[in-house]
């Protein structure tokens, strides 16, 4: 039952991989630079939130 599971996780991540590069390469230069803007933002939130629970959880 494991082996199954684990053979559809990578078959959904597979497919969402999949689907995400067909997406990205119908973008045009301009929207995929709005996108990859708005990822470093994101990316630069969550390293943050991380940090940030990381010394709250170090400091109390």
């Known amino acids: 039952m ?9 078959v959904v991540l597979w497919l969402a991989c999949l689907g995400l590069l067909m997406w990205v390469r119908s973008m045009t230069r301009r929207q995929a630079l709005a996108w990859l803007q708005l990822a470093r933002w994101a990316i630069g939130g969550a390293v943050l939130a991380l940090a940030l629970a990381a010394l709250t959880i170090h400091l109390f």
Request: charged fraction near 10%.
């Open 2 to 10: 494991a082996l199954i599971r684990a053979w559809l996780m990578f």
